[in-house]
């Protein structure tokens, strides 16, 4: 099983494409929304089985929400139709769970939760691993990293679900 995983964003948005049983990242894009939309529909077409998991937007009691929240849900939203409107299973996870997941706390800020997956493949080292001789994390930057961070988190909570 492969999943999915986007990290949604106002105008562009990270994806990677995470084997969890080899511990394999097959893909790990950013793309502007438009673009991620029509790769999307286009795996959704050719891959049956996986799953799309999103990170859900959630508001947590703020009282003023700006366009780029606004933006971020709408095109989170389209993501997940065109996966579904392909008869594939998509997901949501927020970000409280993914940080407790991964980090054991809610409070974990983007630096923990890097560490701790760095950690899950080898060190830094090993993970990323250098230009001749990549790791399985080789440009898994910023938003690719909390990407892949909702797929950790996702597998980790499902995982054995999905394996039975």
Known sequence: MDIYAVDPGTEES?????????????????????????????????????????????????????????????WSGRFYEAWVNEGERAERIDRRTIKRQICNSVTARDSNIRTEILD??????RAFGKKSAPGPLFGVTSHKMAALAVAIAWWEINGEKERS
């Open 14 to 74: 990270a994806l990677v494409v995470y084997r969890p049983t080899d511990k394999l990242v097959d893909a790990a894009i950013i793309l502007p929304n438009a673009r991620m939309l029509e790769y999307i529909k286009h795996d959704a077409e050719n891959y049956t089985g996986d799953v799309l998991v999103i990170e859900q937007i959630v508001s947590y009691g703020m009282s003023s929400i700006g366009r780029e929240v606004f933006e971020t849900v709408f």
């Open 120 to 125: 899950r493949f080898g060190g830094k080292k």
